[in-house]
């Protein structure tokens, strides 16, 4: 594995996401010294928190699979996850309804949802769902160690007996017939199959391997940190602080001092200059490739996933039926996909995600209320409406939505709406994200692997990417495992074991106006 050469004892991480507190850990570590610069008041990136009034708000992720590499970070500077959070194990992972008016529980239990799938589509189906479960589970053996935690250098890497097993187990068919092979029952086949959607491929043309972000959503289990999906960052950066990182709040970084092709320092919008010997950048790759002075060549322009918008809703009221996470599919399948990846056109039959994380958490709302969050995929903003068009269209769009789920049985739903907030492609522009989707660089066989934006950059000795744009890609669980990734690149391969959990000074956290604690920025 090609690591940065030279001295590394400073490392300026750019952003306070996920990836970029992950690097953090893993870099401090091993023993580096560790700046952060986040242009936002706090931790999160993506995975941020709005208030609407009492109403505590994730403005990113709502489900949270394979906490055991969040873990590993924590564990870089013997810190845990477990000791930081309380996650909650979601029974069901998500109930699935359909347009013919059958729901499903998703149970990641191998047992109970056995038994689920036996009540909901009979024996036979239930016998095809215990063979999908042992196939993801050699799948995802397969694929965690050779082809997702892995710095490549080159695509020759891939020339390895994984790579025949993988091949052996069908990983380069297609997802949907490859699905289709164990289960019969289309509204089964969709629910192992939608995930697809969050790779930016449509399940007819997806890799079958990419059923392995099926395993960590039917597999593998989906928690609930209480406090929200933005506990998660907010405790790594008190972890990070705990162990010597210092932080610059509210601090843009403007641009990259270079000399003898290292990046020497970084500039930042308060006007200070922060030397360093080595730099992770974690903004969306168009940020990056303007601090960087030039985007990398390839021979294909990039494609993008599939955008969203997403409609927060603090009500007065909430609907029984619903679990913490619920899919509402609509009747159309095939021609979702079209509409959203090919033809650019908003969802003519949609098929929704519903989160009500007050269903585990009601300190989230004020009391006697519940938030619920509504996301709709949509076309990106090179594929479908440009992004200024999202002005106007966003209000009719959310309209439209509040109409579709009462129709589906949130009876009054907009009249109970007592605060609330819209994401529309034009707001994931506004904050950076290529073609106006949080969802980055799609996965396609050309960006995927050692295909995708490497994370050493050339050109510059000491700068490594991560984040969802970078490998391995777009996911929570895959963000992980980038800033993992972008400091073994500094670092040389991880270490295993634990430091001590006392290694390390007190936190420093820096803002222009005053000085906290991580867990206090200005």
Not at 226 to 248: E, K, N, S
Not at 337 to 345: H, I, K
Not at 407 to 428: C, K, N
Request: net charge positive.
């Amino acid at each position: 594995m090609r690591t940065v050469p030279g001295p590394v004892g400073h490392v300026v991480v750019v952003g306070a996401g996920l990836s970029g507190l992950a690097a953090a850990l893993h870099l401090l570590g091993a023993g580096r010294r560790v700046t952060v610069v986040e242009r936002e008041a706090g931790p999160g990136g993506r995975a941020g928190r709005r208030d609407l009034g009492g109403y505590r708000v994730d403005t990113g992720p709502t489900v949270l699979t394979m906490p055991e590499l969040a873990d590993e970070a924590f564990a870089a500077v013997g810190d845990s996850l477990y000791r930081r959070l309380e996650l909650v194990a979601l029974h069901p992972a998500y109930r699935a309804c359909f347009a013919d008016g059958s729901t499903l529980d998703v149970h990641t239990d191998a047992d109970a949802m056995e038994a689920e799938v036996r009540r909901f589509a009979g024996p036979a189906e239930a016998a095809g769902y215990r063979r999908l479960r042992n196939w993801l589970e050699r799948l995802y053996q397969v694929q965690m160690g050779r082809f997702i935690d892995t710095n490549f250098d080159s695509p020759f890497q891939l020339l390895h007996p994984d790579l025949a097993r993988l091949a052996a187990l069908g990983g380069f068919g297609r997802l949907a017939p490859r699905i289709g092979a164990f289960l019969s029952d289309a509204r089964l086949r969709r629910v192992f199959s939608f995930q697809s959607l969050y790779a930016g491929v449509a399940p007819a043309r997806a890799l079958a391997a990419y059923a392995v972000i099926a395993y960590m959503d039917t597999v593998a289990g989906v928690y609930f940190p209480r406090g929200g999906v933005h506990a998660l960052p907010r405790a790594m950066a008190d972890a990070a602080g705990g162990a010597g990182a210092r932080f610059h709040w509210s601090a843009e970084v403007t641009r990259l001092e270079r000399g003898a092709g290292r990046a020497r320092a970084v500039h930042l919008s308060t006007g200070e200059r922060i030397a360093c010997d080595a730099v992770v950048l974690t903004p969306d790759l168009p940020v990056a490739h303007r601090l960087l002075g030039r985007a990398p060549r390839r021979p294909v322009r990039l494609r993008h996933s599939p955008s969203a918008v997403v409609l927060h809703a603090g009500t007065r009221r909430t609907w029984p039926e619903l679990a913490h996470h619920t899919i509402s599919f609509g009747a159309a399948w095939e021609d979702t996909f079209d509409e959203l990846t090919r033809r650019g056109r908003l969802m003519s039959d949609p098929s929704l995600l519903i989160t009500r994380p007050t269903t585990h958490d009601p300190s989230l709302a004020p009391e006697g209320r519940h938030l619920h969050y509504v996301l709709a995929p949509c076309p990106n903003t090179t594929t479908g409406p440009p992004s200024a068009s999202w002005h106007d269209l966003g209000p009719r769009y959310r309209d439209s939505l509040v109409a579709e789920l009462e129709r589906r049985g949130l009876d009054g739903f907009d009249a109970s709406v007592d605060r609330e907030l819209l994401v529309t492609p034009r707001d994931w522009t506004a904050q950076g994200h290529a073609a106006g989707t949080p969802f980055s660089v799609s996965h396609t066989f050309a960006q995927t692997g050692p295909f995708r934006p490497r994370n050493l950059v050339r050109g510059w000795d000491n700068v490594v990417l991560a984040g969802c744009g970078t490998t391995p890609g777009v996911g929570v669980p895959t963000v992980l495992v980038s800033g993992k990734l972008a400091a073994a690149r500094i670092t040389g391969a991880p270490r295993r074991g634990r430091r001590p959990a006392t290694a390390g000074p007190s936190a420093r956290t820096v803002a222009p106006s005053r000085k906290g604690s991580a867990d206090d920025p200005p």
